[in-house]
C-alpha cells in the first residue's frame, strides 16, 4: 500500500472512548494478514444487515483508529481503512470499504468512502483503480 510521507495526527481520544476503537483496530490486524479475497469475503459477511454510514460518524471513526493505533496513522492504509469499516460496523452502520491501484507512479492503497466521496483521505484518489470493494447498501466507489 502507498505510504505517507508523515504520520496523521489525531486528537488523544478519552480512556473510555479508546476501548472501540482498539478493539476494531486489533481485528483489523489480524484481518489484514488473510488473502485479499478472503478478506473482502469476510467483509461482505460483517456488512450484512447494516445500514450506510454518514461522512461525518465515518470520519469520526477514522479519526479515532488513527488516534489510538500508530499503525493506523501511518503506514497501515490497509489496517486503517479495515479497523474504520469495523468501528462503524460496530455501531450498526457500514462505508464502502476499497482496494485499488495506480500505475504511474506504481501505488497500492485502500480507504474508505461514503456517497462515492473518500473519507479524510489526503491525495487525489481518482488516479487510483479500484479492485475491490465492499459497498454499503447503495454506495459505490469509484
Given amino acids: 500500500m502507498t505510504t505517507p510521507a508523515v504520520a496523521e495526527q489525531a486528537p488523544r ?31 461482505r459477511v460483517v456488512s450484512r444487515g447494516s445500514r450506510p454510514v454518514a461522512y ?29 469499516v469495523l468501528l462503524c460496523r460496530a455501531r450498526g452502520r457500514w462505508a464502502d470499504w476499497c482496494t485499488g491501484f495506480r500505475t504511474k507512479p506504481f501505488g497500492a492503497h485502500a480507504w474508505v468512502e461514503v456517497d462515492g ?3 479524510d483521505e489526503p ?20
Avoid at 483503480?129 to 469509484?142: D, F, I, K, N
Fill in 13 to 43: 481520544l478519552p480512556l473510555r472512548r479508546q476501548i472501540a476503537p482498539r478493539c476494531a483496530a486489533g481485528a483489523a490486524r489480524l484481518l489484514v494478514k488473510l488473502p485479499p479475497a478472503r478478506l473482502q469475503r469476510v467483509l
Fill in 56 to 84: 461525518a460518524d465515518a470520519a469520526r471513526a477514522r479519526q479515532s483508529v488513527v488516534s489510538v493505533s500508530t499503525r493506523c496513522a501511518g503506514l497501515g492504509c490497509l489496517q486503517r481503512s479495515v479497523a474504520t
Fill in 117 to 119: 466521496r473518500p473519507v
Fill in 123 to 142: 491525495g487525489e484518489l481518482s488516479v487510483f483503480q479500484t479492485v475491490l470493494a465492499v459497498r454499503s447498501p447503495g454506495g459505490s466507489c469509484s
